[in-house]
C-alpha cells in the first residue's frame, strides 16, 4: 500500500515538472495567464462591493459573511483550476483524435492519469490569494478552533463533489462528435456553485441541489455549526458518486472508438 501511493505521488511530481517545464518555456503566457486569473477573481469581489453599497444583507448573510462564502466558492474553483481543468478539455480532444490510446497504455489507472496528467501551474498564484481570503475573512467573522481544523475538509469535500459531476459529464465525450459543448456544460456548473443556494428560488433549488450543495453546504457549516448534518451527508454522498464514477468508467471506456480498433 505504502508503495504503491508512493508510485502515484511520484507519477504526479513528474506531471508538475512536465507542466511546470512548458509554461515556463512560454514565460509571457504564464504571466498573462497568471494576471487574468487575478482579474477574474478582482471582477467577482467588485461585483459583490457594488451589490453592497446598496444592501446590508443577501438573504442570511452580511457582507463579511457571504465574502467569506465568495472566497471559499473561488478558493475550489481555482484548486480545480489548478489541479484539473486542463485535464478536461485534453480529454475531450484525445478522445474525439483517438489518442487516449497512449492512457490506455500506460501502467496506471486511466481516470489517474487522465485527471492529473497536467497541472495549470498559473493558478498557484491565484490558489495562494484564494486561500488567503478565506483566512481573512474567517477571521473577520471569528470562527471557532473546531471549525478552522475542519476547513480543509470542507475543501477537499467541495473540490471532490464539483470533480466528480464533472467527470460524469465527461463520460459523455464517448458518446458524442465533438466536446465543445460538454465542456461548455462544465463550466455551467462551475459557474452555478459560485453563488449561495437561497438566491435560487423553487423549484430551481431543487434541481439544482447537487450543484449548489458544493459550496453553500459547507460554508453554512462553517458560519453555522447546526448544519454539522448536512455536511455528514454531503461526505457519504461524495463517497457513494465516487463509488459510482469507479463502477460506470470502465464500462464508458468501452464505447471508446480507438483508431486501432
Known sequence: MKRSLYKYIS?????????????????????????????FIGTYFFTSFFIFDHIEHIGMWNEIEFLLFLSFALAVDQTHYLIFSPNFWEFSGDVILGTLDFQLLK??????TVLFRRVAVPGILTVLLTYSLVIYFGIQVELSLLVWLSLPLCLFLSLFLLLGIEVLIAMLNFFTVEGMGINQLRLQVQHICRWPDF?????????????????????????????WSWLVAMFFGVLLLWFFIILLWPKALNFYESPSS
Do not use: G
Open 107 to 112: 501502467p496506471f489507472p486511466t481516470l489517474f
Open 11 to 39: 507519477l504526479y511530481k513528474e506531471f508538475f515538472k512536465t507542466s511546470l517545464t512548458e509554461e515556463l518555456s512560454f514565460r509571457s503566457n504564464f504571466i498573462l495567464q497568471s494576471l487574468m486569473n487575478i482579474i
Open 199 to 227: 438566491i435560487y428560488k423553487n423549484p430551481a433549488r431543487i434541481w439544482l441541489f447537487p450543484l449548489l450543495a458544493i459550496t453553500s453546504i459547507p460554508v453554512r457549516w462553517i458560519l453555522d455549526m447546526s448544519y
